[in-house]
């Protein structure tokens, strides 16, 4: 069978001008994670990416920890996330009383991009792509991850959102599931599963083991 990891971008720019981008801490990360492959000898045949600036720049720090050049990185933007700002944005019209006020912290965001995102699946708000779209879009990248030879391996550099959708997918689980597991994902943290010649199984889900450490536990972040 062939297999393919995901991996959640590492910590992006939160409350700053341009999220999409990697903080000094999301550099480390992902640099950490190719460290960790290298030294347990994992190789990848593939890699893929996102084509948003924090999928490219956490594929490059893993590239540079494996000591791997990076023009071997595939761009797909299938892979992306999900337009978030046009997300809440459509709900906060809906409601505007939801949307969080000036100065508040993350929890309060997060709680209103749950909302947002499921009222987004069951059909109630019109951001720029439907959630229908969204699958779709999900559902073709994986047709693209799994186009590869028996027995090869594929790194996937992609977001949150778009990995809890792949693993909505994967299992056939209920539209919610992505509202759950896209809150849960830590950045940099790894999926793997596995493609047969129908289907694809998932073997594990959101593991850290280069944070996981003595010393680097408190790098461990969601954002």
Known sequence: ??????????????????????????????????????AAGTRFDRILCGDLRRHRETAQGICEGLDLDVSRVELAPQLNEFDFHSVTRSY??????????????????????????????????????????????????????????????????SSGGAIAMMVRQVLGAHAETVTRLNMQIKNTAVSHFFCGADSISLHSFNHVPHLEREGRREFITYS
């Open 1 to 38: 069978m062939a297999e393919f990891y995901t991996v959640r971008h590492g910590q992006a720019s939160f409350g700053a001008a341009d999220y999409d981008r990697l903080s000094d801490l999301g550099w480390r990360q992902a640099r950490w994670l190719g460290e960790h492959w290298c």
């Open 92 to 157: 906060g019209e809906r409601d505007p009383q939801s949307v969080p006020g000036e100065g508040a912290g993350r929890s309060d965001y997060y709680r209103f991009l749950k909302k947002a995102m499921l009222a987004w699946a069951q059909g109630e708000i019109s951001p720029v792509e439907s959630w229908q779209a969204f699958e779709q879009r999900i559902g073709e990248a994986l047709k693209l991850i799994g186009d590869s030879p028996r027995g090869a391996k594929t790194l996937v550099v």
